[in-house]
């Protein structure tokens, strides 16, 4: 058997695909290992939605040209965002690279690494499929390793906000069949199963460029029926999609778990059109009001850019404002930098000093860390319910485990216990995470 490495960068969708890139190849005979030194082919899945990302990239292939020195038969490969984006490109920057296919080529790599691995031959693929069959699995999935499984439902977006990437490394958006999502979650149920991750760059919009196609809320209600499904949860969304019927499946579907990331990236509406993302202020706080009228105690995550061209010292305090209005429980912030092909890279200049950049990052970061401690210390000696995951990173016979609203949990408890949802006693809080309790068997009854 041939060894096959893989590193990942980047977001959900990434992590899946690697997946994906792993069941592609074992037609071509090649197994995981976690050894780069020992592979017969090293593929790098990129990001490049953040220019640090991209730049690891790089550091990565650096590192692996002494591998190529020593073995000439070793295949090295890139792929993902930065492939889509770079394309051609890479081969001139990296000469000893093989191979790069972009986001929508994962079904064909079997063929493209039989043509890397002939004298001479460096492929690139890097075309976009309109039918949504390139996202299948044509041998289906395999067996699952856990209690939580990702599953694609659709691929690309079609906001072109001035700052992103995604359309141009994903492409426009591509719905999977209805149908295929269904079967493939009634599947992963079957064999243990508890949990899954809907993935894609703007969910919430899913079905709408397929004539017929159910809408989002539409497909959870299919999913909400599935026997032996515990929990749904889903990633990403665009404020713009975030329907009235959405709103109502937090109300009515009982899987569908109490959390939702919705990035609102600033708290200005000038920033906001500076970004084109199509909402004001009003109309998200709004949104958020109505979603908590329907689902009290929702849990909401969100997307913050600090530094964005422009930003003036009093909007960048809206964000600030922002984010003690509507009491996130979790943020991603970064600070901007532009990003190759963007509308922003092109029209705006880059007129934020870094040193600003990182200030107000440093605040953004220090003030949610106050509001997501408080939030978390209001749970404590409450009982919560959770998907026990797996081993703790905190080590020590600890298991970690999520609540419904996805917190972090970690508690002592059997190995055994893993997948099981069960209740315990919340006894500890940081920013990050939350101790328990396991309750005992007669107590599991969640309040």
Known sequence: MKKLYIQTYGCQMNQHDSERIARV???????????????DLILLNTCSVRDKAEQKVYSALGRWRELKQKRKDL????????????????????????????????????????????PGRRPVELGFYQDPSYMEDPEGRPQ????????????????VCSFCIVPYVRGREVSRPSEKIISEVRELARRGVREVLLLGQNVNSYGKTSAGELSFAGLL????????????????????????????????????????????????????????RGYGLSEYLSRIERLRERCPGIALSTDIIVGFPGETEAEFRATLEILQRVEY????AFSFSPRPQ???????????????KKRRLEMVLDLQQEISLRANRERLGCVEEILLEGPSKLGQGQLMGRTRSNRIVNVMGPKGLVGEVIGVRITGASANSLTGELLKIEQREVA
């Not at 699952?144 to 439902?153: D, L, N, Q």
Request: charged share 25%; net charge negative.
């Open 25 to 39: 190849l074992q037609r071509l005979d090649y197994l995981p290992t976690d050894c780069a030194e020992e592979a």
């Open 75 to 118: 295949i090295i490969g890139v792929g993902g965002c930065v492939a889509q984006q770079e394309g051609e490109e890479l081969l001139r920057r990296v000469p000893y690279l093989d191979l790069v296919f972009g986001t929508h080529n994962i079904h064909r790599l079997d063929q493209l690494v039989t043509e890397a691995a002939a």
């Open 144 to 159: 699952v390793s856990g209690p939580k499984a990702f599953v694609t439902i659709m691929q690309g977006c079609n906001k």
């Open 221 to 276: 209600g299919e999913l909400n029926g599935i026997e032996g499904l515990a929990r749904i949860r889903f990633t990403t969304s665009h404020p713009q999609d975030l329907s009235p019927e959405l709103i109502e499946a937090y109300a009515t579907l009982d899987l569908l778990c109490e959390h939702l990331h919705l990035p609102v990236q600033s708290g200005s509406d000038a920033v906001l059109r500076r970004m084109r």
């Open 329 to 332: 429980d979790e943020i991603f």
């Open 342 to 356: 963007t509308v922003a890279a092109k029209i705006y200049p880059d007129d934020v000093p870094s040193e600003v």
